[in-house]
Nanobody, 118 residues
Framework: VQLQASGGGSVQAGGSLSLSCGVS????????LGWYRQVPGKSRELVGEIIRGASTNYADSVKGRFTISRDNAENRVYLQMNSLKPEDTAVYYCHADQWWLGYYYEFWGQGTQVTVSS
């Protein structure tokens, strides 16, 4: 599975940005599909994900501000980020995982920088 992320950039606090990720696999073959982020010196953390195409799961810090959606026809997943805060500044990674013949696989896109200035 290949993931190609795009979007990101710089914005002032309170602004909005949108990320997009192209997925080479069909969605029904995936377990979870979503976004993580990482700042220097810290572990990568979950931002939000769609699980088995049905339920969504968000980090508490982004609930009510970020929304994950997907386009089945285009095989793309999106992250709409509203009311951005300086602490949202990070490199954002598209992520997918799947179970295949009893084995667990993880896939990562290249990171895209999001910078929020105060």
């Amino acid at each position: 599975v290949q993931l190609q992320a795009s979007g990101g950039g710089s914005v002032q606090a309170g602004g909005s940005l949108s990320l997009s990720c192209g997925v080479s696999a069909t969605f029904h073959s995936l377990n979870a599909l979503g976004w993580y982020r990482q700042v220097p010196g810290k572990s990568r953390e979950l931002v939000g994900e769609i699980i088995r195409g049905a339920s969504t799961n968000y980090a508490d810090s982004v609930k009510g501000r970020f929304t994950i959606s997907r386009d089945n026809a285009e095989n793309r997943v999106y992250l709409q980020m509203n009311s951005l805060k300086p602490e949202d500044t990070a490199v954002y990674y598209c992520h997918a995982d799947q179970w295949w013949l009893g084995y667990y696989y993880e896939f990562w896109g290249q990171g895209t920088q999001v910078t929020v200035s105060s």
